[in-house]
């Protein structure tokens, strides 16, 4: 099978597409044909291992996976011996994390895995751009326990978890406020936000706005720059930093303003058989700037590193029938 690896850390072009061999799935296994994946945030740093730290679970020298990508969309092409739940042919999705293996035309995932059968209707690269941001959304909102009417600001609303965590504290019934470019403030909009504030032309932080929660859906946001627009009793949403980890655990003392940051983040079929769910109730879509065939891989990455793609950029794996 074709797949994308890379044997070194550094730079986009140490990625490259060359034949391994298939994976044979286990008894408690499916092994899915990939019609469609994404390139993300988490990709570009686990290839650049950034931070370097971040080597002592990657491998110190050398990348110990070969293989990376989480998000798939595709079809069960083999079952092991005790899979009940899915049926060769299924359309499936899903995103196998810590283990990775996703960019490549086949993967194996245990069937009681962060998998699920594809919404009714809904195409491939729609389904792979789902899960990722989705569910990191999903596990830095829930310790807010936003209800009906609270206010959020999402900063950083139009990538990935931003346009997620847009959707979803809508549908908790949040009143949210969303923090973009200038380019993509119709679309946070459409997607639920009833406030858009332009970052280039407008810092949340001195407005005199104070809302129950604060999202940072692109981990650049520094909690003592926002402290001061939380409501007392407020939390600060983080989904990158070491720093937050220290003060997450000094906050929970001390203060009447709250730091939250879920690590590890927690993938689970729950989790995306929810994301079904609101998707064939029209409560979320997935959003997409870019598609790329697998062999501009590097293509793509390079442009998920300029930090300006909209949503999710997707990667076309093989055959796209019924997208």
């Not at 070969?66 to 011996?81: C, F, K, N, Q, T």
């Not at 939380?230 to 949403?237: D, S, T």
């Amino acid at each position: 099978m074709r797949a994308v690896v890379h044997d070194s850390y550094g730079p986009p072009d140490v990625l490259r597409v060359e034949d391994v061999e298939p994976p044979i799935p286990k008894d408690d296994e499916v092994r899915v044909r990939i019609r469609a994946t994404t390139v993300s945030r988490t990709d570009c740093a686990l290839r650049a291992a950034q931070p370097f730290v971040s080597r002592l679970v990657t491998g110190l020298r050398r990348p110990k996976r070969r293989i990376l990508g989480s998000d798939l969309a595709g079809e069960v092409e083999a079952i092991g011996a005790t899979v009940t739940e899915f049926a060769v042919g299924d359309r499936v999705f899903g995103i196998n994390p810590w283990r990775f293996g996703a960019h490549a035309e086949l993967i194996c995932m245990r069937a009681s895995g962060a998998l699920s059968h594809m919404p009714a209707g809904m195409p491939f690269d729609e389904a792979a751009a789902v899960c990722d941001g989705a569910i990191l959304a999903l596990n830095a909102l829930r310790p807010a326990e936003l209800q009906t009417g609270q206010g959020i600001l999402i900063y950083g609303a139009s990538g990935s978890i931003g346009t997620a965590g847009v959707q979803l504290a809508r549908h908790l019934g949040a009143s949210v406020t969303a923090v973009c470019n200038t380019k993509d403030a119709e679309l946070v909009r459409a997607l639920g936000a009833t406030q858009v504030i332009d970052h280039t032309q407008q810092d949340f932080t001195e407005n005199g706005q104070t809302y129950d929660a604060i999202l940072d859906a692109v981990g650049i946001l520094r909690f003592r720059d926002c402290r001061g627009s939380l409501r007392r009793g407020g939390v600060f949403l983080a989904t990158d930093g070491f720093r937050n980890l220290a003060l997450s655990a000094w906050t929970a003392r001390i203060g009447d303003r709250r730091v939250r940051f879920p690590i590890p983040p927690r993938f689970t079929k729950e989790d995306v058989v929810l994301l079904r769910e609101l998707i064939e109730a029209g409560e979320y879509r997935a959003v997409i700037d870019r598609h790329y065939p697998l062999d501009q891989v590097v293509e793509a990455t390079r442009y998920v590193e300029t930090k300006q793609k909209t949503g999710n950029v997707v990667l076309t794996v093989s055959d796209q029938t019924g997208m």
